[in-house]
């Protein structure tokens, strides 16, 4: 089963080894998940904590940054994102926001979050991926708006 918490001060060293060691991220630091306007979340199965997820907001989106803790493991990696970020999705919603946005370059990743989390690639930014967790609204004009 897979649960979710707020990241504790106890949880610092973990992610912050995590971090050294992770070919794509080791110059990230441990401060940039702790970033004041952020949350972080840490991830865990059965077994012990799986994955971190930092979320940062602009305007109605949620930007998110993952970090596993073993990048090798892949199909726990992926049963953890299955099972709990439908849960973050819904909560996102429910707070009003209207998307996820995710960075990778990674191309198995990329494709799982495509075909089996639902989000799409920017159609300006191939790397960059959406997802959205509820229509737009209408697009409101000002009196001053001149038809194109």
């Not at 998307?99 to 198995?108: E, G, I, K, V």
Request: with cysteine; hydrophobic share 40%; glycine share 4%.
């Amino acid at each position: 089963m897979v649960t979710n918490r707020f990241i504790t001060e106890d949880d610092y060293p973990l992610l912050k080894a995590s971090l050294e060691k992770d070919e794509y991220h080791s110059n990230t630091s441990l401060e940039f998940f702790l970033e004041p306007h952020t949350v972080c979340s840490v991830y865990s199965d059965d077994d012990g904590i799986v994955l971190f997820v930092r979320g940062s907001f602009v305007g109605q989106a949620v930007i998110l940054d993952i970090q596993f803790l073993d990048n090798r493991a892949a199909k726990r990696n992926m049963r953890t994102m299955l099972e709990g970020f439908p849960r973050l999705a819904k909560l996102a919603k429910e707070n009003g926001f209207t998307s996820f946005l995710f960075y990778t370059t990674q191309t198995l990743l990329k494709n799982f979050c495509i075909r089996r989390l639902g989000f799409e690639e920017h159609w300006n930014t191939p790397e960059l991926l959406v997802k959205y967790l509820q229509e737009p609204g209408p697009l409101e004009l000002d009196n001053t708006t001149e038809a194109c």
